[in-house]
């Protein structure tokens, strides 16, 4: 299965540039499917953007201009209003699937249970929380804890103040 086979035909993919890491972060907090390189040519950006039906979202103006691939100018440097930007320009209030990917490397997570990680896990984690989540490709595991809190609290933010 490809990259563009496991999302929903409906929901626009990205590549976040080189300047929009964070950005990208939020966008996989949302659930759409976001691909970041820290560093990446031009041209085998608008490649990878074409050949996979992406939409690259860069802060860089001469990256912008170019016209041989789907590419968003962000203008402003601070997070929230650039997925205000996105949010209204896709019109993507309502996201797919909230805290569906690894914000780290863009795969899907897997529910995973407690006594498969256990050794896995911080003692206070072990104790105080019973769902969790894992990349099986960077083999991280989440679960709602004060950072997820403040990431959930953020985008609803943002989705409010949209």
């Known amino acids: 299965m490809t990259m563009t086979e496991d999302r929903d035909a409906e929901q626009p993919a990205f590549i976040a540039d080189c300047h929009l890491g964070k950005l990208a972060k939020y966008l996989r907090l949302m659930g759409f499917d976001t691909l970041y390189f820290?560093?990446?040519e031009d041209s085998d950006?608008?490649?990878?953007a074409l050949e996979q039906n992406r939409i690259i979202l860069?802060?860089?103006k001469e990256l912008s201009k170019r016209h041989n691939a789907p590419v968003l100018f962000l203008e402003s440097k601070e997070?929230?209003?650039?997925?205000?930007t996105l949010i209204s320009h896709f019109n993507l209030k309502e996201h797919p699937?909230?805290?569906?990917?690894?914000?780290?490397?863009?795969?899907p997570l897997q529910v995973v249970d407690k006594a498969e990680i256990l050794e896995k896990l911080p003692e206070k984690v072990k104790r105080y929380f019973s769902h969790?989540?894992?990349c099986s490709v960077c083999d991280r595991i989440y679960w709602h804890g004060d950072h997820y809190r403040h990431m959930k609290q953020f985008l609803?933010?943002?989705l409010r103040d949209t």
């Not at 699937?97 to 863009?106: L, Q």
């Open 58 to 60: 860069t802060r860089d």
């Open 45 to 48: 950006l608008i490649a990878l």
């Open 38 to 40: 820290t560093q990446i």
């Open 156 to 158: 609803e933010n943002v």
């Open 79 to 84: 997070t929230k209003e650039q997925l205000q």
């Open 132 to 134: 969790f989540e894992y």
């Open 97 to 107: 699937a909230p805290f569906s990917r690894c914000i780290v490397c863009n795969t």
